[in-house]
């Protein structure tokens, strides 16, 4: 199902019970590059540790008990761990470039799903997500970078700039207790979901703010009130 580019009006009367669905699909050849990027520097980090090592002489003598080499020796294995890290992370962006199933991010009934692959499959549902433009948030809870983007007017902001995205746990309702038990992926502790998003698309964030923004008009228009009990 294709959602509509153009800004929904807002309508309760004809309002849609669960999230419309969007499907952007991740970038396999950005995922190669960062793959390339990667595994190159981890493997001639690794060859060149080697060679280093090996050109050492261990044999003492009575004149040399070859304290130099040791501790050429050991200033390499910080070198071989951070190849070995990059070899393994580069591994699964080559991984995740020729994965055979769906590599996307989608949105539906099933809230905000994450398809990433070997990173693993997410699942954040609806009722966990809170979305809301920087203008609506108070700038004691905002990052210093994000200083500018709130001086941008709300129309520019909305047209431009993805709306922050960020998970809360249910607390105390039994409901999504009994979807979670059902879903195949537990969502791990997230930030701002909307950078995770930026991170694995290969899209311009105006594309994905066109791409999200029934998703994004729907959970404005349906997120709770907040509380004014307390």
Same mark, same amino acid.
């Given at each position: ?27 396999? +050849? ?31 003598? *009575? ?30 962006? *080559? ?10 991010? +989608? ?6 799903? @994450?398809?990433?692959?070997? @990173?693993? =499959? ?17 700038? /004691?809870?905002?990052? /210093? ?7 941008? %007017? ?5 047209? +431009? ?22 879903? %195949? *992926?537990? %969502? ?11 991170? @694995?698309?290969?899209?311009?964030? =105006?594309?994905? !703010?066109? *791409?999200?923004?029934? @998703? !994004?008009?729907?959970?404005? =228009?349906?997120? /709770? ?6």
């Amino acid at each position: 199902m294709q959602p509509n580019p153009g800004q929904p009006e807002p309508n309760t009367a004809g309002q849609a019970e669960s999230p419309p669905e969007t499907c952007i699909l991740l970038s396999r +050849t950005q995922a190669m590059e960062r793959a390339l990027i990667r595994l190159a520097p981890g493997v001639l980090g690794i060859i060149g540790a080697y060679l280093v090592v090996r050109g050492l002489n261990f044999r003492t003598s *009575a004149v040399d008990n070859r304290i130099i080499e040791y501790c050429v020796a050991l200033l390499m294995i910080p070198i071989v761990l951070s190849g070995v890290a990059l070899v393994v992370v580069g591994i699964k962006w *080559a991984i995740f470039s020729l994965w055979p199933g769906r590599l996307a991010v +989608t949105t539906g009934p099933q809230g905000l799903l @994450f398809e990433l692959g070997p @990173f693993g =499959r997410e699942i954040y549902p609806p009722e966990e997500l809170n979305v809301q433009y920087l203008f609506e948030i108070s700038m /004691d809870a905002a990052n /210093d970078d994000d200083l500018y983007e709130s001086l941008l %007017p709300e129309e520019e902001q909305m047209a +431009t700039k993805l709306p922050r995205i960020s998970h809360h746990a249910p607390t105390d309702h039994p409901g999504p207790s009994e979807a979670r038990a059902a879903s %195949p *992926a537990q %969502p791990p502790a997230a930030g701002h979901l909307e950078r995770r998003i930026l991170y @694995f698309s290969a899209n311009s964030e =105006r594309e994905l !703010v066109v *791409a999200l923004q029934p @998703f !994004v008009a729907y959970m404005r =228009r349906n997120r /709770d009130e907040p509380s004014t009990e307390e």
